[in-house]
């Protein structure tokens, strides 16, 4: 089973608004809810943000949305800060021999 | 608070083994599952399996199965991944975390534990 496909990286602006996208397919992303996201800073363990493709755990910033449309999951960090610089990884649930597989990682600069 | 606590560096010869524990507390252990996930030093993130906290039931990713065990010990809410068979490319930070039935996803993780493989 491969990786999810993630975009290397991703830039932007204090205040600006970014999109990560997570692209799968029929037997992860698009046949399941079970969608999470990771953010994780350097030397630090990861970090649940968003949880069933569009949930945040509670005291999760409000900034982070999840969605899902077919096989791609997306993430949006909106009001960009310094602090939302880090790695991020979706995950999904697979009907593959992994039972459940990362994304390649994105690493936001601000 | 939920703490996963898990125990130190390793350094290990190719073809050994290593047992990483993991101390969970401020949470009901038998309600959720102690999932695996390393991490290759510069890479991205691995699942390796979980195992349940309430009756020691396994799932393990086929790369790994024939070489990996996971178990539990709910008297000491402890959990353990053993990998055997090391080799070099299996250095990595390992991470136990929860995982809730009631989410599926990983909400709490451990402080990793560094298992180098060097002869």
């Known amino acids: 089973q491969s990786a999810l496909t993630q975009p290397a990286s991703v830039s932007g602006s204090p205040g600006q608004s970014i999109t990560i996208a997570c692209t799968g397919a029929m037997s992860d992303v698009h046949g399941y809810n079970y969608v999470s996201w990771y953010q994780q800073h350097p030397g630090k363990a990861p970090k649940l943000i968003i949880y069933?493709?569009?949930n945040r755990p509670s005291g999760v910033s409000n900034r982070l949305s999840g969605s899902k449309s077919g096989n791609t999951a997306s993430l949006t960090i909106s009001g960009l800060q310094a602090e939302d610089e880090a790695d991020y990884y979706c995950?999904?649930?697979?009907?593959?021999?992994?039972?459940?597989?990362f994304g390649t990682g994105t690493r936001v600069t601000v | 608070q939920v703490q996963l606590t898990q125990s130190g560096a390793e350094v290990k010869e190719p073809g050994a083994s290593v047992k990483v524990s993991c101390k969970a507390s401020?949470?009901?252990?038998?309600?959720?599952?102690v999932a695996w996930v390393r991490q290759a030093p510069g890479q991205g993130l691995e699942w390796m399996g979980w195992?349940?906290?309430?009756?020691?039931?396994?799932n393990y990713a086929q790369k790994f199965r024939g070489r990996i065990t996971m178990t539990t010990d709910t008297s000491t809410t402890t959990a353990y991944m053993e990998l055997g068979s090391l080799r070099s490319d299996d250095t990595a930070m390992y991470f136990c975390?929860?995982?809730?039935?009631?989410?599926?996803?990983?909400?709490?993780w451990g402080q990793g534990t560094l298992v180098t493989v060097s002869s």
């Open positions: 195992v349940s906290g309430y009756n020691g039931n396994t």
């Open positions: 995950s999904s649930y697979t009907t593959t021999s992994t039972l459940e597989v």
């Open positions: 069933g493709v569009s």
């Open positions: 975390a929860r995982r809730t039935y009631m989410i599926d996803a990983a909400d709490y």
């Open positions: 401020g949470y009901s252990f038998t309600t959720s599952a």
